[in-house]
């Protein structure tokens, strides 16, 4: 018989901002996993393509359309997921934006944007799904965090202080409904080009930065992230709550010198 420890196989899966980059590759990592794997985000032909492209399992994958920052978008949300599924397992919030510039030049608009979808919105999908997984007594919420709240990179303020927020929301809710056997835990990546940070990584100035500064040599494939989320959602993480796992390729384990050994 297969080791069932590290198994999400059957377990319903809501992955919020998932139509592409980070999100997209953990939900068809538990669709390669034989999850029943609900994708949300804004933009519905994105979405609809993504589903088709990453049913691999033994459950196709399904979509709704959803605005992480509008409470009566994450309410249909939960509302149409638990309506056909009849529950949910896991919760992996993903949805999130940034934008590059001087902390003195973003406009409130700017600002506002940020927070809306990264942290707010991130607090108002957990609220939606912690409310049924506290009714139920079970359930896990896995977060997605950033390298920033190690240490603030520059030119990413509003991006930074939001990860920060979820950060704290993390270790906030997994204190407060652990007693209801709910778990919450983050994730918190290192380097990983994605459709958010294309740009960035097409300056090799910054490939090589991010390679000197990272001990394992390279920038993350976003495939790594998968094995940690799976953990966080199956048995093998079941005393594990208000925890976050730095996939990182060990880039804050320490401070590179310039100097040969």
Wanted: glycine residues 10%; positive net charge; aromatic residues 8%.
């Amino acid at each position: 018989m297969p080791d069932k420890l590290f198994s999400v196989a059957d377990q319903v899966v809501l992955v919020a901002g998932a139509s592409r980059g980070i999100g997209r590759a953990l939900a068809e990592g538990f669709a390669e996993r034989d999850a029943r794997v609900i994708i949300a985000g804004r933009e519905e032909r994105t979405l609809a393509r993504t589903a088709q492209d990453i049913s691999k399992g033994r459950h196709p994958v399904s979509f709704e359309v959803c605005d992480v920052a509008k409470p009566e978008d994450v309410a249909q949300l939960v509302k149409s997921t638990i309506g056909r599924y009849g529950h949910i397992d896991t919760l992996v919030s993903v949805a999130g934006v940034n934008k590059r510039m001087k902390a003195e030049n973003y406009a409130v608009e700017e600002y506002d944007w940020i927070i809306n979808i990264n942290q707010r919105g991130a607090f108002i999908v957990a609220q939606a799904v912690g409310r049924h997984m506290i009714e139920r007594k079970a359930g896990a919420i896995i977060n997605v965090d950033s390298l920033n709240t190690y240490a603030p990179l520059t030119g990413v303020a509003p991006y930074a202080m939001s990860k920060a927020g979820v950060l704290m929301m993390t270790r906030a809710l997994a204190n407060e409904w652990g007693k209801h056997g709910v778990r919450v835990n983050s994730i918190a990546p290192g380097f990983f080009p994605t459709a958010l940070s294309k740009t960035m990584w097409e300056q090799e100035k910054m490939i090589h930065w991010a390679k000197t500064n990272t001990p394992l040599g390279k920038l993350g494939d976003v495939q790594e992230l998968v094995g940690a989320a799976i953990y966080l959602a199956s048995p093998a993480s079941a005393f594990v709550t208000g925890q976050t796992i730095r996939v990182d390729g060990g880039f804050t384990a320490g401070i590179s010198w310039p100097i040969d050994l």
